[in-house]
């Protein structure tokens, strides 16, 4: 057969899997997929699409399997890299992500949106300062789009350079002027002052963005803006201003994000349900594993974890891994469960009870414990994991799970006037808050009756008030002794990539204590809600 009949040949083939796909024949797509890549083994594109067909039909560990036959002779093409890592990232295979990313730094001559799309990647797995570094060589080879600085600024306000990163997003606001996150980080980047603040530039801003529009990405930008409002007015004291702004930037997320409270009863009741089944198994003996040992934080989101993971990572055997998804990632692939959705998680969850937790264990710390740096503990501060808590107990039960816990209308206000943008959906209205926290107490309440050896609770209110104390129980309880430093998170030059990461590097306060007290009134629904 010449060149040109088996042109014709792989294009009828394709044609046809792009039917399948179209028509969602996955498993007819599965095979013409498997033709393809039998003709022409080079070609990555069918690869990585065979990938994504195995990852829908559920079977993640076939997936995962293509991707790591991909990455053996990984591309030296940044558009297939960036394809390939993104999806080993989020099947979990982070150890092959990252050793495809380091070949793009001996590749000559990358353009300036290539290193961007590189700095992009090493941010991705949470390697802050190397990309903060590639995304200033990308900015002077030419690198210029919205998202670029957006990133840029982003990543100088993770790494401490607050009047740097200030100066980008007013750039980037000249230019794009409806880019509303980048309004919120500006607002957020420090305490707004009646001398300094932006609140014109919000106003007049809002008045130019359409009240009534149907378009998602206007609706999107106007909740922004209103989001970056309520900051500053709060900041300045004027609450009941702040507070309708608020409200009309959580109005249009709820919109826009609906709350899935199905789903989220499910997750619980199937965590609650596995749990159970676990506890019925037979003790063993806990596996022994080698190298820089996991701390874990979790909590319910805004409860205070990146601030005691700054005090905790502020320790000379301490670092901090930021938060990780690695986790659960894990478990999908321990229990062979897809990665994709609500079933996907409650489905994996159900299977659990009948994995083999020492798999589970020694897989996470293969693809994390790289993040230790050279020290002896180093901290996975995801508040998600709350809900792993037994299966992290079952899989590393050397691992110390730390729970810090907060008042309930600090720590509800504290979701309620955070914009976390399209996500986090129960945090835009009241009912949803409640009714998620309501799950959140129910979960904790199971771990704490079931396995009250599993994990040692923190409370925010002793953090702030007594904090010596309260931190020597649980640098204690990790087994490590106190350190002058670990009272001074603030002097913790560390990278932080979360929403808090200009406030935890203040000196310890207390001025969130109680704060929701401002809006006691425009509060009162949800109180009751969550009685």
């Given at each position: ?67 790591l036959q991909i990455a053996k002779a990984c591309p030296k093409d940044v558009q297939w890299v960036d394809e390939l890592v993104r999806s080993l990232y989020f099947t979990g295979e982070i150890v092959a992500a990252r050793e495809c990313v380091d070949q793009l730094d001996i590749l000559p001559d990358l353009t300036g949106p290539e290193l961007a799309s590189q700095a992009r990647l090493r941010w991705l797995l949470g390697e802050i300062p190397e990309a903060g570094r590639l995304i200033e060589c990308a900015m002077a080879a030419g690198a210029d789009s919205a998202d670029d600085h957006y990133l840029r600024g982003l990543l100088l306000q993770f790494t401490g350079h607050i009047d740097q990163a200030d100066k980008v997003f007013e750039t980037s606001l000249q230019r794009w ?355």
């Amino acid at each position: 057969m010449n060149a040109d009949s088996n042109t014709a040949a792989e294009s009828r083939l394709w044609r046809r899997a792009r039917h399948y796909l179209e028509a969602n024949l996955l498993d007819a797509a599965q095979g013409t997929l498997e033709t393809i890549v039998q003709r022409t083994p080079q070609d990555i594109r069918a690869r990585l699409q065979l990938s994504a067909v195995l990852l829908k039909r559920g079977k993640l560990r076939d997936s995962n399997e293509a991707l790591l036959q991909i990455a053996k002779a990984c591309p030296k093409d940044v558009q297939w890299v960036d394809e390939l890592v993104r999806s080993l990232y989020f099947t979990g295979e982070i150890v092959a992500a990252r050793e495809c990313v380091d070949q793009l730094d001996i590749l000559p001559d990358l353009t300036g949106p290539e290193l961007a799309s590189q700095a992009r990647l090493r941010w991705l797995l949470g390697e802050i300062p190397e990309a903060g570094r590639l995304i200033e060589c990308a900015m002077a080879a030419g690198a210029d789009s919205a998202d670029d600085h957006y990133l840029r600024g982003l990543l100088l306000q993770f790494t401490g350079h607050i009047d740097q990163a200030d100066k980008v997003f007013e750039t980037s606001l000249q230019r794009w002027p409806n880019f509303a996150d980048v309004a919120v980080l500006r607002s957020n980047l420090r305490r707004q002052t009646a001398q300094a603040n932006h609140l014109d530039v919000l106003q007049e801003q809002l008045h130019r963005i359409p009240a009534d529009s149907a378009d998602p990405a206007t609706r999107y930008a106007r909740a922004g803006f209103e989001a970056a409002l309520f900051k500053e007015l709060d900041d300045l004291g004027r609450h009941d201003e702040a507070w309708g702004a608020l409200e009309r930037s959580n109005a249009l997320l709820h919109a826009l994000n609906p709350y899935d409270a199905a789903g989220q009863t499910a997750v619980v009741n199937a965590l609650i349900d596995a749990s159970r089944l676990i506890s019925t198994h037979k003790p063993r003996a806990a596996p022994a594993f080698a190298g820089p040992i996991p701390i874990f934080i979790v909590s319910m989101p805004r409860s205070g974890s990146t601030l005691l993971d700054r005090m905790l990572s502020s320790h000379s055997q301490v670092t901090s891994a930021g938060e990780l998804n690695d986790f659960l990632r894990q478990l999908r692939w321990t229990a062979d469960a897809s990665p994709l959705g609500v079933s996907g998680t409650v489905d994996a969850i159900q299977r659990s009870p009948n994995i083999d937790f020492g798999e589970l264990g020694a897989r996470y710390l293969k693809q994390t414990q790289w993040r230790a740096q050279g020290r002896r503990f180093y901290i996975d501060k995801a508040p998600i994991n709350v809900r792993m808590v037994h299966f992290i107990h079952k899989a590393l039960p050397h691992a110390p799970i730390l729970y810090i816990t907060r008042d309930p209308m600090d720590v509800c206000y504290s979701n309620f006037k955070a914009m976390f943008g399209n996500s986090s959906a129960y945090s835009y209205d009241m009912q949803t808050m409640a009714h998620y926290f309501g799950l959140h107490q129910r979960l904790t309440s199971h771990w704490r009756d079931n396995i009250p050896d599993a994990l040692l609770e923190v409370s925010y209110a002793s953090l702030m008030r007594d904090t010596e104390a309260t931190l020597g129980k649980v640098l204690q309880h990790c087994g490590l002794d106190m350190e002058e430093s670990c009272l001074h998170p603030e002097r913790n030059a560390d990278p932080v990539a979360t929403p808090s990461s200009a406030q935890v590097r203040e000196p310890i306060h207390t001025r969130s204590i109680g704060e929701w007290q401002h809006y006691a009134k425009q509060l009162e629904p949800l109180l009751r809600a969550i009685g």
